[in-house]
């Protein structure tokens, strides 16, 4: 028993050292478990499980605690959740940046550039003269008006949590539209599926990198251009009375961010994650697997580990 046991721990020791090398620490510095939050959209959910999943194979423990994406701000400042991998600016700067000024770490940024606003199908270019302008958008509320929002036009908005202000927005630039938010990301891809089939029109939240820019055509409503005065003072803008104002940022930053436990508690675990890097063809990609491809998020950052080994030994150094 006591022989089979040891000629266990060390085929393991063997294949664990083969498949790091030699730069990985065998020994956590604890096992307490690394918790990573989790979102409602489908590359975050892939990447938490990428992440998870090589700090799993690091010798850590991990688990995973879904949140709304504006309160995990306040749990990983207190240390109640530890790492999150997708900080985007157009949906959490506000959040972020307090959670920073409360204790949380900012574990830097990925090399890809977001965006997340209001996106339509390239066909109605031509319906809409003037587009991607918003306000050529606002002449053609009529078009976009349904039973629901009666002579305005509808804009399907994005779940309340995802920290956008498009009901003041609409306000601020006193535009003939009104948000219809969806409960979750799904019915966004619904709505624009049925719209896209019959070629009507639809403006719906969208953000890049995702999948939808390999099965649509579309493009971003182009607002009057984002900058931070604008979330903050309402003499910034057209609209002197008011704040949101503008669309977010064209080129957004995504970036992670970590609890100060971390760094105190798992230092090895800590540095590999301050080097954990995604581009804009690998987000799009993993939400791919799993909306296009309809891979579990667990399968699909099995598979993303299996054929990028390249890229994640490379965080490991
Ligand atoms: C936060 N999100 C990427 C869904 O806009």
Redesign the pocket.
Do not use: K, L, M, V
């Given at each position: 028993m006591k022989s089979k046991l040891i000629g266990l721990f060390a085929a393991a020791a063997l294949s664990g050292a083969a498949f790091f090398g030699s730069a990985v620490a065998a020994e956590p510095e604890s096992t307490d478990p690394i918790k990573i939050v989790t979102n409602n959209?489908t590359s975050q959910l892939v990447l938490s499980n990428v992440v998870g999943q090589l700090l799993e194979q690091m010798g850590y423990n991990v688990e995973y605690k879904s949140s709304d994406?504006q309160l995990q701000f306040t749990a990983i400042a207190a240390g109640d959740m530890d790492f999150q991998v997708e900080v985007?600016e157009?949906?959490m700067a506000e959040s972020f940046n307090k959670s920073l000024a409360d204790g949380a770490v900012d574990y830097g940024a990925h090399n890809a550039v977001t965006r997340?606003d209001w996106w339509y199908p390239t066909y109605m270019n031509e319906m809409c003269p003037g587009l991607p302008d918003w306000k050529a958008l606002d002449a053609c509320a009529a078009k976009l008006a349904t039973a629901e929002t009666g002579d305005k036009g509808r804009f399907v908005g994005?779940p309340a949590d995802?920290g956008k202000h498009y009901s003041e927005r609409i306000q601020a630039l006193k535009m003939n539209f009104q948000e219809v938010p969806v409960g979750q990301a799904a019915t966004l891809w619904a709505e624009l599926q049925a719209a896209y089939d019959r070629k009507e029109p639809v403006v719906i939240f969208n953000?890049t990198p995702n999948f939808i820019e390999a099965k649509f055509e579309g493009q971003f409503v182009e607002f009057p251009e984002y900058a931070p005065e604008c979330f903050s003072d309402p003499k910034w803008g057209m609209n002197p009375d008011a704040i949101y104002d503008c669309g977010a940022p064209a080129k957004g930053y995504l970036k992670k961010v970590g609890s100060k436990a971390i760094e105190t508690t798992w230092p090895n675990a800590s540095a590999f994650l301050k080097k954990v890097d995604f581009t804009n063809p690998q987000i799009a990609a993993a939400a791919a697997m799993v909306d296009v491809d309809g891979m579990t998020p667990e399968d699909a950052a099995k598979k993303w580990i299996a054929d990028n080994e390249s890229t994640w030994k490379t965080w490991m150094n």
């Open positions: 959209w994406t985007w157009g949906s997340e994005p995802w953000w």
